[in-house]
């Protein structure tokens, strides 16, 4: 099959690549820019591990071809972190120990970051559905909401000048 040439936007990086037509995000962010972040548990849409944000948008990148993502702002959890300093939702994690084996962390860190760019104070009902998609095998949930919690107030705080 003919390979397609895609320029796409990872981490603030442009890249441009010839790609399979059936090359999954997934692979193109682990194979192709080496960033393995991002996991691959279950390959069907369910668990969340392999979550990125997309143009503002939470995405399971095990459903979404490379070629989707031609033109478009990719942010993986390589991204999250500026310049050394931890974003409030990697703190948050950390700080209210949101994981213990960490494998479904990527994918949660990148919907908690989005979930908090489309409601910035959300309940923790609103948390628990926001986080649905994404599975944890380890924690019961509970230190993730309290993580989740903990990013939305850290955000709220005015930024020290
Ligand atoms: Fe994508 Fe599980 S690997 S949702
Ligand atoms: Fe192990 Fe979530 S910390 S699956």
């Given at each position: ?57 939470s995405?399971?990148s095990?459903?979404h071809?490379?070629v ?8 993986t959890?390589e ?29 949660m860190?990148?919907r ?19 986080m ?14 309290k993580a989740v ?8 705080e005015?930024?020290?000048?």
């Amino acid at each position: 099959m003919a390979k397609k040439l895609i320029t796409v936007t990872v981490n603030g990086i442009l890249h441009e690549r010839a790609v399979d037509p059936r090359m999954l995000l997934i692979h193109f962010l682990r194979d192709e820019l080496n960033l393995t972040g991002a996991h691959i548990g279950c390959d069907t849409s369910h668990c969340g591990a392999c979550t990125v944000d997309i143009d503002g948008q939470s995405v399971k990148s095990c459903t979404h071809l490379a070629v989707q993502c031609d033109g478009s702002d990719v942010l993986t959890i390589e991204g999250l972190t500026d310049k050394g300093v931890l974003h409030a939702v990697q703190e948050a994690f950390y700080q209210k120990h949101g994981l213990q084996c960490g494998f479904c962390t990527p994918g949660m860190l990148m919907r908690a970051y989005r979930l908090l760019q489309e409601n910035p104070d959300p309940s923790e009902d609103e948390i628990r559905h926001g986080m649905a998609g994404n599975l944890c095998r380890c924690t019961g949930y509970q230190n993730i909401v309290k993580a989740v919690q903990y990013a939305a107030r850290k955000l709220q705080e005015p930024v020290a000048t």
